[in-house]
């Protein structure tokens, strides 16, 4: 049977110097009208989600990052909203008087589970210092630790806080078809340590990249994209760019780069050699300011994702 492997060349995206993390940041918060900045938010829930943290007795181990939800802050916002028109009625939290069933309904979240949590703190609270204040309560804590919630909102007035924790019944960025996170790392590093030529440019040996799960999430993003909505390009559907869905994913980068392939045949050693014979998708993959990836797959649609990320 003759291999059919479809190529779409790179698009690569630098994004350096403070002015330019400041805009993306600005970006991001103003996605929903709590003027939240969901960066400084997703760093700091997902550093304790990373690592592992122990919540009163209990010792969680780390767990995939969460993933920003534009429809989970906007339930917290009318939440939030709220609860500060009836800040003179103390009973309104505590009766009930807030339909979270109908507001995800209506913002179109189709849930699996959903946990929220309100706290009426101080105008002067920052976002870190929220994120470690629930952190220190137990019950919270717990919630936020809990691998079944994977996506996550915030939003506030001058007065409420609120949290939303959710499952989605068909997560944003869930691996439709499994592959082999192992081989994929392995085969793309197998050519950056040897070196490589791309059409006409030599490329030196270069240092190895490492998974990272929040580039596997902005690459599912788009590989479920294509394969929803059968199509094959950078661009997605509703105008989404890979600056786009890798912010969704609170990513913070100096610079990332995308490569996309599909095929009926396609495995994880034959869309990388795939990649290496195209000479944009093998500059890609040689870039040696990348020192992170992922790789997603829906269907016969596969995406890799490049990252450096802002810290390095």
Not at 34 to 55: E, M, P, V, W
Not at 92 to 108: K, S, T, V, Y
Not at 178 to 190: C, D
Not at 241 to 261: D, F, H, K
Request: charged share 20%; aromatic share 12%.
């Amino acid at each position: 049977m003759t291999r059919k492997l479809f190529l779409c060349l790179l698009i690569f995206f630098v994004i350096s110097g403070a002015s330019a993390a400041k805009a993306n940041s600005e970006k991001i918060s103003n996605n929903n009208n709590s003027n939240l900045d969901q960066y400084i938010l997703l760093k700091a829930f997902n550093h304790y989600r990373t690592l592992g943290t122990r919540c009163g007795r209990k010792n969680h181990t780390p767990v995939s990052p969460f993933v920003w939800s534009d429809q989970l802050a906007g339930v917290a916002q009318l939440y939030s909203d709220a609860l500060h028109a009836n800040r003179s009625n103390p009973a309104f939290a505590q009766r009930g008087g807030f339909d979270f069933q109908d507001a995800l309904l209506n913002a179109e979240y189709d849930h699996v589970n959903f946990f929220h949590s309100h706290a009426r703190l101080t105008p002067d609270f920052t976002e870190r210092a929220y994120a470690e204040w629930l952190m220190d309560n137990e019950g919270a804590c717990n919630q936020i630790m809990d691998a079944g919630y994977t996506e996550i909102g915030v939003a506030k007035t001058d007065l409420f806080w609120v949290l939303m924790l959710a499952t989605p019944k068909i997560p944003h960025y869930w691996n439709l078809d499994s592959i082999n996170i192992n081989l994929l790392v392995e085969e793309t590093n197998r050519y950056r340590k040897m070196g490589a030529r791309c059409g006409n440019q030599y490329f030196s040996p270069v240092e190895p990249v490492v998974w990272n799960e929040q580039l596997a999430a902005a690459a599912q993003l788009h590989s479920n994209d294509m394969n929803e909505n059968q199509f094959f390009e950078h661009i997605g559907t509703g105008g989404s760019t890979l600056v786009s869905r890798v912010e969704q994913t609170g990513y913070r980068y100096r610079n990332i780069g995308e490569n996309i392939a599909m095929g009926e045949t396609q495995t994880e050693v034959i869309v990388v050699e795939g990649w290496m014979n195209s000479p944009g998708h093998c500059r890609n993959i040689m870039n040696g300011s990348y020192t992170e990836m992922g790789v997603a797959r829906s269907g016969i649609y596969w995406t890799q994702v490049f990252g450096r990320p802002w810290s390095n």
